[in-house]
Nanobody, 123 residues
Framework: QVQLVESGGGLVQAGGSLRLSCTAS????????MGWFRQAPGKEREFVAA????????YYADSVKGRFTISRDNAKNTVALQMNTLKPEDTAVYHC????????????????WGQGTQVTVSS
């Protein structure tokens, strides 16, 4: 069974930066698409960013485009989300997800999920 573990969340002031990391328990995911999703209190989980197995294709939600960058290191079985110019509306629990299939942007397309890491942006 594949396990995903996120780290790097925390409390930051608006305009600041955080870097989230996701580590997979199996190297199988080095050939898989990976994504980041977030869920704020009282809201549905939403897509943030995704990357294909090679790292050559990336997708972003319009709300984070130009501020967030997704990347991966297949040798280390990790995926990162660099978040810059953070806004209070970015406050949410951020989840890493994986699928052994082409890149996708919807929650139903992903098979493996991490428990999430809290990101709080103060104004």
């Amino acid at each position: 069974q594949v396990q995903l573990v996120e780290s790097g969340g925390g409390l930051v002031q608006a305009g600041g930066s955080l870097r989230l990391s996701c580590t997979a328990s199996r190297r199988t995911l080095s050939s898989s698409a990976m994504g980041w999703f977030r869920q704020a209190p009282g809201k549905e989980r939403e897509f943030v960013a995704a990357i294909n197995w090679s790292g050559q294709i990336t997708y972003y939600a319009d709300s984070v485009k130009g501020r967030f960058t997704i990347s991966r290191d297949n040798a280390k079985n990790t995926v990162a989300l660099q978040m810059n110019t953070l806004k209070p509306e970015d406050t949410a629990v951020y989840h890493c997800a994986g699928r052994v299939s082409p890149i996708a942007t919807t929650t139903n397309d992903y098979t493996y999920w991490g428990q999430g890491t809290q990101v709080t942006v103060s104004s």
